[in-house]
């Protein structure tokens, strides 16, 4: 099933209504957001009962979900303490944590001088079991005040317990700078739905685990600005072959790639795309290398005739085999893998309008230093890749919309973006991947993806487009699978010969590696909670 992630504006409007209806949409948080901190104090401490707790409230509603949560903590016999960092703070939320014998430190602006004050409130903090972040929500300017601030750098060197953000860590602007005054939560429990803020790949270590609260906002996946891929989604995902099909219905890919001076490139790429799945490969480029490709994979075909996609640009192959591929695309909507020094190809105007790349279903795969090289043409001032690394989805969105193309910004923490700003983000595969080479396999992978699903355009329906998500997403299954390859060896070579495993592991219904996809950023990192809460853990 897929995850989307939606921006905090669409889930403060999916609120509304439940607001204005009495739906008592505070407590559902609340309970959840106990239940959490209570499955921590437990796993940590074997009960709730004589664990400290703290929180640290700001003016808004986040606020009032942790003092409400913090009142449910109490009653089960946990000693809360309260530190307000602002004037105010939500009343209700802070008269049942009273109520439930919360002790309550003001370490506002105008106090944050007393030294009393400043030591009583680094005293608890450091004694804490369990640290509740309810400083700022989404609805909050970004950016915490010099006193929060100062307190966080203090208490950071001193920290013992867990840290868990009430909706969002108060201090998530990827831009800020200064990580010894950031909280660098252990949890983030967030309500009604995923934030984009929390997957952008920049804040992955401020973020912790996330657990993701059903309140009943009931959000459509068509107003989501990021859908997030892990194992699970290649397993469901994959195109199997069809009882009935035949080779042209799996699709033809087309392979220029590869040249005199780098072979390995087009047996690489021709490889990858064999193993993939293809019905067929047609390699199209230097004689040569189709030499070494017949030697490797004799089902290869080097003759001219039907192609489904066509995969181009690793290992630079020689211009006049483009200038082939270029007339015979001319005119048709045959979806184009772009790698490598392909990427070169785009962007030498200032429009794609009027090439033969152009009007078709377009995936260009750059690194960040292709990436630079390319929004530099287009943009026409200096793009570095150190620019495009330190704002990985800004860049490659500008790119997609400048171009039209789906964007697959390769990277730990790849990132996908269609023309409309939507943006793929498949789990990180393993470090193996970094390796001369990798990139070709890739580009095989999505060249022959892309091929079985022009296939099945044409032969199932007379509707042969598809919008650009589904391209964006069909690319982020192509990572996925790179990714379980990168899993089973070390070297590029390696990674091609592996695919065949993988793909046959996945049409026959076998294993095909899950258990070792998850890691840093992957689905692991978030979890559901079904119906509105639930009860409070006992």
């Not at 905090?8 to 409007?13: H, N, Q, V, W």
């Not at 107003?223 to 009935?244: I, W, Y």
């Not at 004689?287 to 001219?304: C, D, F, I, Q, R």
């Amino acid at each position: 099933m897929s995850v989307f992630a939606y921006p905090s504006e669409t889930i403060r409007e999916a609120e509304k209504p439940l607001l204005e209806a009495d739906i008592p949409l505070m407590a559902r948080a609340a309970r959840a957001l106990a239940n959490s901190a209570a499955a921590m104090l437990k796993a940590d401490h074997g009960q709730v009962t004589g664990t400290r707790v703290s929180v640290l409230a700001g003016p808004g509603n986040n606020a009032g979900d942790a003092l409400f949560a913090a009142a449910t903590l109490g009653r089960r016999g946990a000693a809360v303490m309260v530190i307000t960092l602002f004037d105010r703070t939500h009343d209700d939320g802070l008269a049942a944590a009273r109520s439930a014998g919360a002790q309550v430190i003001a370490f506002t602006s105008a106090e944050s001088e007393a030294d009393a004050a400043r030591a009583d409130a680094l005293r608890e903090l450091s004694r804490a079991h369990l640290v509740l972040d309810g400083i700022l929500g989404t609805g909050e300017r970004r950016g915490l005040p010099d006193h929060i601030c100062s307190l966080i750098a203090d208490w950071a060197p001193h920290r013992t317990g867990r840290l868990i953000a009430v909706d969002v860590p108060s201090d998530l602007d990827p831009n800020h700078t200064g990580a010894e005054k950031r909280l660098h939560v252990d949890r983030t429990v967030t309500f009604g739905g995923l934030k984009t803020e929390l997957v952008d790949p920049r804040v992955d270590g401020f973020t912790g685990t996330i657990d993701v609260i059903d309140i009943g906002l009931g959000l459509d996946p068509s107003s989501a600005t990021a859908e997030l891929l892990d194992h699970d989604d290649l397993v469901t995902g994959f195109p199997r072959p069809d009882a009935t099909g035949h080779k042209y219905s799996r699709g033809v890919t087309g392979v220029l790639a590869g040249s005199e001076d780098y072979p390995g490139a087009g047996m690489l790429t021709t490889t990858s795309a064999v193993n993939t799945g293809a019905g067929m490969v047609r390699y199209l480029g230097s004689p040569l290398v189709a030499e070494y490709v017949l030697g490797l994979h004799p089902e290869v075909v080097n003759a001219s005739g039907r192609i489904d996609s066509v995969v181009l640009g690793p290992g630079d192959p020689e211009t006049e085999f483009v200038q082939n591929v270029a007339e015979a695309l001319t005119g048709n909507r045959t979806p184009v893998v772009v790698d490598a020094g392909g990427i070169d190809m785009i962007g030498r105007a200032e429009s794609m309008a009027g090439t033969w790349l152009a009007d078709r279903p377009l995936i260009i795969t750059p690194h960040a230093a292709e990436l630079a090289r390319l929004l530099s043409r287009l943009l026409g001032e200096i793009i570095t890749a150190g620019r495009i690394g330190a704002n990985p989805m800004r860049w490659a969105q500008r790119a997609a919309e400048l171009t039209g193309a789906i964007v697959l910004l390769k990277g730990h923490h790849t990132v996908i973006a269609a023309p409309d700003g939507h943006v793929v983000l498949p789990a990180p595969g393993p470090g193996t991947l970094a390796t001369a080479g990798s990139g070709d396999v890739l580009a095989g992978i999505l060249g022959t993806l892309a091929a079985i699903t022009a296939a099945h355009g044409r032969y199932d329906s007379d509707d042969r487009t598809r919008p650009p998500r589904e391209w964006a997403r069909l690319a982020g299954l192509g990572v996925l699978l790179h990714n379980e390859a990168g899993r089973r060896a070390v070297t590029a070579s390696g990674f091609a010969d592996a695919l065949a495993e993988v793909v046959g592991e996945l049409i026959h219904g076998t294993d095909a590696g899950g258990s070792a996809s998850s890691g840093p950023g992957s689905r692991s990192r978030y979890c559901w909670s079904t119906g509105v809460g639930g009860s409070l853990i006992q």
